[in-house]
């Protein structure tokens, strides 16, 4: 088992920048990929960001490239997702997610991932 403990959600102004950390535990592997989803009252879940275990994958949801980038520091198994520029429509509880299998490129796709973490809340007002 893997688990994930995601930090860093809040309440911001459009305009405003947060960053969310997501630190893995437990049967993490020596390769892995990891991303971000996110889901808004009443929608699917949806991808935003994905890395790839030696970071040289990125792949990012078109309505957040130029905004967001993820990052990751594998000696503390912590990925980051940096969002600049919130929009109101960035509101969501936002997931990490971990897969056991080093994907190239980093995958963007639900089924990919193996271990999810509980969410963080992100509010983005206007």
């Known amino acids: 088992q893997v688990q994930l403990v995601e930090s860093g959600g809040g309440l911001v102004q459009a305009g405003a920048s947060l960053r969310l950390s997501c630190a893995a535990s437990?049967?993490?592997?020596?390769?892995?990929?990891m991303g971000w989803f996110r889901q808004a009252p009443g929608n699917k879940r949806e991808f935003v960001a994905a890395i790839s275990w030696g970071g040289r994958s990125t792949s990012y949801a078109d309505s957040v490239k130029g905004r967001f980038t993820i990052s990751r520091d594998n000696a503390k198994n912590t990925v980051y997702l940096q969002m600049n520029s919130l929009k109101p429509e960035d509101t969501a509880v936002y997931y990490c997610?971990?897969?056991?299998?080093?994907?190239?490129?980093?995958?963007?796709?639900?089924?990919?991932?193996?271990?999810w973490g509980q969410g963080t809340q992100v509010t983005v007002s206007s």
């Open positions: 437990g049967r993490t592997g020596s390769r892995d990929a």
């Open positions: 997610a971990y897969s056991e299998t080093n994907y190239y490129p980093a995958p963007q796709t639900e089924s990919r991932y193996d271990f």
